[in-house]
């Protein structure tokens, strides 16, 4: 697998994938309706951010991750990522190693921790995976996420140094 920096020309090929896990409901707390545009702008878009994709061996992209500051300014040293597998891909270990990817690549662009400020209580398999990746959950706030199966689900803030 190949992880490299997106370009424009790759939102083709991203586009399903996100548009698979966003209208799912059960991981991200955006609108289950957002349209591409949004969805575009708010995982290409973010202010110092960089986005990664992985691509299979055919060429085919079957993930992607993005890593940007936190918060700006005083804020800025800690960061942050969203991570997206296309469903067709999973079970591969591909969460894994972009989760090793971003995580080497925050340390090498001078962050001194990662924060992840809204992990799905009910998403196991996300939290193991982060808690083997070396992540804590400090907190969570119940109730916080709306899910479409399980009604009012936590939210699990993690964290790890760098």
């Given at each position: ?85 296309a469903s067709h891909a999973s079970g591969r270990g591909l969460g894994r190693t972009l989760g090793r ?62």
């Open positions: 697998m190949d992880i490299r920096v997106a370009t424009p020309g790759d939102w083709t090929s991203l586009w399903p994938i996100i548009e698979e896990v966003v209208r799912a409901g059960q991981t991200y707390c955006w609108p289950v309706d957002a349209t591409e545009e949004e969805c575009r702008t708010w995982w290409m878009g973010k202010p110092g951010g960089t986005v990664y994709v992985a691509v299979d061996p055919d060429g085919k992209i079957a993930g992607t991750a993005e890593l940007h500051p936190n918060l700006p300014a005083a804020g800025s040293h800690i960061a942050n990522a969203g991570f997206m597998v990817h971003v995580i080497e690549e925050a340390a090498a662009q001078g962050f001194t921790a990662m924060q992840f400020n809204a992990v799905v209580a009910t998403n196991a398999h996300a939290i193991r995976l982060w808690q083997s990746l070396g992540f804590s959950i400090l907190a969570t706030i119940p109730g916080a996420f709306n899910h479409p199966d399980r009604g009012m689900v936590g939210l699990n803030l993690m964290y790890r140094s760098l």
